[in-house]
């Protein structure tokens, strides 16, 4: 008959630990009634120890060693406070406290576990906050504007985990300076009553934020300064280029390894017309970058070419000229870059307007206003005018208040027909502004010839000169085009 096996469920076990310390000297005799100091860890600041498991008593300093070597009688011993650090030095006998005995050895770092702690600190000027455990939490009130003064660790081993409740008083719209040696920290909510959390891996001699602070009851998160990093791919489906790209926090040193269809004008801190650095290793073919005067050399590859490094100085000529990626996957610096497009605005006659001979008159007005970006303009214009006017010669032109300018000029000979149609389009010499707000008119003017001027009149449309349907109306046109 088989021997039979019985399965039972394993109980998790770790080692026991030494119960009860005993000492000795260095011959591997008990060490009788010697001493142990103990200390914070790497100093000679005394740090208390307990004689048993509560915590609640503490042993004398130093603690003396009984004839056995060992720490404490009966079932005392040396207990550590949990997530302290400390420095024991033990001495032979001799004298008051061992005072004329020999020190036989020092030990640094020797840890009491782990310890939780909440610490409450009202700040209103500058406050302190002393690490004083593995995981520490501190509660601030915020009753003013505050500077943290640096952190301290006190007798802990790190790393360990600081984290920082801040609440605004009743009045709120204080300020948190993080202390100085501090990372990453965020602006704190400034409502009233509100409360912003953050937590931090301390170093021991550095705490770095390890998550974004959560303000109020979330989830508005702020990442302090954020740095980007990663792949980057326009998900715009429709739209006209260019496509933007900017952030409301500051980017710095965005390193991009993949970018599609974008023109990528590299913004800047908010406010400040100097842009950041971009750098980035792959540009899709049709893609182009716009070179800056604030930096110095950008790299760029594309199509999976070699980096080509492109100087301010070298392709483009200079800040503001695009440098592209061609369909080989090349750089260069001569292909075109396509540029958002705007709609006519367009002025129509509602009614024919009388002419007087060799009298300039303006037939239709239009106010343009200029897009507020991205760049500088030309204006596209165009006009026709269909004229009732004899035997005589008209002319036509577009007239830019704003800056008493023409554009546009036609003349038509009627050649005793009795009447002419006047047209024109030029895209103007004259750049504007982002914004810029201009006057333009179609004017025109005829001479007082063979037949005469009475009666002649600028048509709102063919009417009875010709049978076309339907009719173009007598119009101007001017569309924003921007600026090379």
């Known amino acids: 008959m088989a021997a039979g096996l019985t399965a039972e469920a394993q109980t998790p076990v770790v080692i026991s630990p030494v119960p009860k310390l005993q000492f000795f000297d260095a011959s591997g005799r008990t060490l009788a009634s010697g001493c142990v100091f103990t200390y914070q860890s790497g100093t000679t600041t005394p740090l208390a120890t307990y004689t048993d498991a509560t915590g609640l008593v503490t042993n004398a300093d130093p603690v003396i060693l009984n004839s056995g070597g060992f720490a404490g009688s009966g079932s005392s011993g040396i207990w550590l406070a949990a997530g302290q650090a400390y420095t024991f030095k033990v001495k032979s006998a001799g004298g008051t406290n061992c005072a004329s005995g020999s020190t036989l050895y020092t030990v640094d770092g020797i840890g009491g576990g782990l310890t939780l702690l909440t610490t409450l600190v009202t700040c209103n000027t500058t406050c302190s906050f002393p690490i004083a455990s593995q995981i520490q939490l501190f509660e601030v009130s915020l009753t003013g504007n505050a500077t943290a003064n640096p952190l301290t660790g006190v007798g802990i081993i ?60 979330g989830p508005e998160l702020s990442a302090g300064i954020l740095h980007l990093t990663g792949q980057l791919i326009s998900t715009l489906a429709t739209g006209t280029a260019p496509f933007v790209v900017a952030s409301t926090t500051q980017v710095a040193n965005l390193n991009v390894s993949l970018l599609e269809g974008f023109t990528w004008e590299v913004p800047g801190t908010i406010g400040s017309t100097t842009p950041n650095t971009g750098k980035f290793t792959t540009l899709e073919a049709g893609t182009s970058f716009k070179l800056n005067g604030s930096q110095p050399q950008t790299s ?160 709102a449309n063919g009417g009875a000169i010709f049978t076309m349907s339907p009719a173009e109306p007598t119009y101007l046109s001017i569309t924003p085009v921007l600026s090379n």
């Open 158 to 217: 790190p790393p360990a985990i600081v984290i920082f409740q801040i609440t605004q008083d009743s009045s709120g719209g204080h300020t948190f300076t993080w202390p100085a040696n501090s990372t990453g920290g965020a602006p704190v909510g400034s409502t009233a009553n509100q409360v912003t959390e953050q937590m931090f891996v301390w170093n021991g001699s550095q705490a770095i934020a390890i998550g974004p602070a959560v303000i109020g009851n």
């Open 300 to 459: 760029i590859a594309g199509g999976g070419a070699d980096t080509a490094l492109v100087a301010t100085s070298g392709l483009g000529a200079g800040a503001g000229a695009h440098v592209c990626v061609d369909a080989n996957g090349g750089i260069t610096s001569t292909c075109t870059t396509t540029g958002p497009t705007f709609a006519p605005q367009r002025a129509t006659l509602g009614s024919p307007v009388s002419l007087s001979d060799r009298t300039q008159a303006a037939v239709l007005t239009k106010a343009v206003t200029f897009p507020s970006a991205p760049g500088t303009y030309r204006a596209s214009v165009s006009y026709n005018a269909w004229i009732t006017m004899g035997a005589n010669l008209c002319v036509g032109e577009v007239y830019d208040h704003t800056n008493n300018l023409a554009f546009a000029s036609s003349g038509q000979d009627s050649n005793g027909s009795g009447y002419a149609g006047v047209a024109g389009a030029e895209i103007t010499s004259q750049t504007y502004a982002a914004s810029a707000s201009v006057t333009f008119s179609l004017e025109v003017q005829c001479n007082n010839d063979v037949g005469g001027l009475v009666g002649a009149t600028v048509q």
